[in-house]
C-alpha cells in the first residue's frame, strides 16, 4: 500500500474567502495548502468591477500569513449592467482571471445576478474574444423547476444555447454535481471543463436528509442522489484534463446554517487534501490525484503549474477532524466527511 504522496502544491479553482474578520481566519486554510485560489465574488456587496476586485485583492494579500506563498485569482460577478471593456481591461492587466455568471436567485447573495442570459452577450463575445475563462453556476431558478433538477434543466436551456452562440468560449461548469453535468463536459471536446467539490464526491442527499436534517451537509448545488455522486467521482478521479477541484468551500457561522432558514455552504479547505488522498485511495486513483488537484487547472486556464509540493501520509490510525473554527460572532464547522480518513499532510516546500 502507498504510504507516501509528493504532489505539486495544489490550486482551488472556486472558493469563497469572505471579507473582514472571517477572511483573516479562513484564509490560512487556503494559503497553506495550495499555491493560488480562484476567489469567487458574491460578497455583500459584489465584486463587480476591476477596481472592486482590485481593492479585495490587496485585503486578501494583507490577510495572508507572510510565511505562505498564496495568489488569489480575482473573478468578476457578472450582472446584466458589466461593462465589457472593464472585463477586457482587467483581464489583459492581469488582474481579473475570470468572469462569474450567477443566475438571479440561485445562491448565497447572487440576488444582483443576471435575469436575462442575453444581455450579457457583449461581455461574452469579449470574453470569447481575448479567451477569458466563463465560470458558470449552472443552475435555473425558475419555482417550477425541482431543485435536484435544476442543474439538468440549466444544461438544456442555458448552457446549450450559450454554447451554441459561443462556440470558442472559455467555459467552466462550477461545482457540478450530477451525471448530466460530467456527460454535458464529456460531451464537449474543447473549451469545456468543470470543477468538482470535495464534498460531492463524498455526500449523497441521504447524508443531508436521512436521520434527521443535518444543516452542515447543505449546499448549492445541493447534494443529489448516489449515482450522481457516482459519476462525479469517476470524472473526478479518471486523469480526465476537464475535471478539476474547486472546493466551493463556503465558511457560514454555525447559527446561521443551524437555523429555520439555514444557509448554504461547506467549509471544507481545512482537510479537503486529506479527505481527496482518502477518495482517490479508494478507488484505486492515486496516481490521478495530482492531475485533479494541481495540473488539469492551470492547462485550462493557461497558466503554469505551481512549483512548490506538498507531502502527504498515510498513518495507521484514522485522523482527527481539524478543530471548528473560532470567531468573535461564533464558529465555522469544519466539513465531516464522515468516514476515517487515514492521510496527513506532512510537508510542504513552497
Ligand atoms: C456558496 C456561498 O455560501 O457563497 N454556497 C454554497 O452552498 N456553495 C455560494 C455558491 O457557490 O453557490
Ligand atoms: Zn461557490
Keep these: 500500500?502507498?504510504?507516501?504522496?509528493?504532489?505539486?502544491?495544489?490550486?482551488?479553482?472556486?472558493?469563497?474567502?469572505?471579507?473582514?474578520?472571517?477572511?483573516?481566519?479562513?484564509?490560512?486554510?487556503?494559503?497553506?495548502?495550495?499555491?493560488?485560489?480562484?476567489?469567487?465574488?458574491?460578497?455583500?456587496?459584489?465584486?463587480?468591477?476591476?477596481?472592486?476586485?482590485?481593492?479585495?485583492?490587496?485585503?486578501?494579500?494583507n490577510?495572508?500569513?507572510?510565511?505562505?506563498?498564496?495568489?488569489?485569482?480575482?473573478?468578476?460577478?457578472?450582472?446584466?449592467?458589466?461593462?465589457?471593456?472593464?472585463?477586457?481591461?482587467?483581464?489583459l492587466a492581469g488582474d481579473i482571471a475570470a468572469v462569474k455568471l450567477y443566475p438571479a436567485g440561485a445562491t448565497t447573495n447572487s440576488e444582483a445576478g443576471v435575469k436575462n442570459i442575453e444581455k450579457i452577450y457583449p461581455v461574452l463575445e469579449v470574453m470569447q474574444e481575448i479567451g477569458m475563462p466563463f465560470l458558470v453556476h449552472g443552475e435555473v431558478v425558475d419555482a417550477d423547476i425541482d431543485i435536484f433538477d435544476r442543474e439538468a434543466v440549466f444544461i438544456d436551456q442555458k448552457l446549450i444555447p450559450i454554447r451554441q452562440r459561443f462556440p470558442n468560449l472559455k467555459i467552466v461548469f462550477e461545482h457540478i454535481t450530477t451525471k448530466e453535468g460530467v456527460d454535458y463536459v464529456l460531451s464537449c471536446e474543447t473549451h469545456t471543463a468543470a470543477t468538482i467539490t470535495t464534498h460531492h464526491l463524498v455526500i449523497n442527499r441521504n447524508d443531508m436528509l436521512v436521520g434527521g436534517i443535518q444543516p452542515h451537509y447543505y449546499c448549492l448545488p445541493v447534494a443529489k442522489r448516489e449515482l450522481h455522486r457516482l459519476a462525479l467521482l469517476k470524472a473526478a478521479t479518471s486523469g480526465d484534463s476537464r475535471f478539476f477541484l474547486g472546493t466551493d468551500s463556503a465558511p457560514h457561522l454555525a447559527q446561521y446554517k443551524e437555523s429555520a432558514c439555514g444557509c448554504a455552504g461547506i467549509f471544507n479547505v481545512a482537510n479537503t487534501l486529506v479527505i481527496l488522498a482518502q477518495v482517490f485511495e479508494q478507488e484505486n486513483q492515486l496516481p490521478n490525484l495530482e492531475k485533479f488537484t494541481s495540473?488539469?487547472?492551470?492547462?485550462?486556464?493557461?497558466?503554469?503549474?505551481?512549483?512548490?509540493?506538498?507531502?502527504?501520509?498515510?498513518?495507521?490510525?484514522?485522523?482527527?477532524?481539524?478543530?471548528?473554527v473560532v470567531t468573535d460572532e461564533g464558529v465555522i464547522k469544519v466539513f465531516d466527511p464522515k468516514m476515517p480518513v487515514f492521510w496527513k499532510v506532512d510537508s510542504i516546500d513552497y
Design 63 to 91: 490577510a495572508t500569513p507572510k510565511e505562505h506563498h498564496f495568489t488569489p485569482l480575482m473573478v468578476l460577478y457578472l450582472t446584466e449592467q458589466t461593462d465589457p471593456e472593464d472585463v477586457r481591461n482587467g483581464f
Design 1 to 61: 500500500m502507498q504510504t507516501n504522496l509528493t504532489i505539486t502544491l495544489p490550486d482551488d479553482w472556486h472558493l469563497h474567502l469572505r471579507n473582514a474578520e472571517v477572511l483573516t481566519k479562513v484564509l490560512p486554510y487556503t494559503s497553506r495548502h495550495f499555491g493560488r485560489a480562484v476567489i469567487m465574488p458574491n460578497l455583500q456587496p459584489p465584486v463587480i468591477t476591476t477596481a472592486n476586485a482590485n481593492l479585495y485583492r490587496q485585503e486578501i494579500i
Design 295 to 324: 495540473l488539469h487547472g492551470p492547462k485550462f486556464y493557461k497558466l503554469a503549474v505551481n512549483t512548490g509540493t506538498i507531502t502527504l501520509s498515510r498513518t495507521d490510525n484514522a485522523q482527527p477532524l481539524p478543530a471548528d
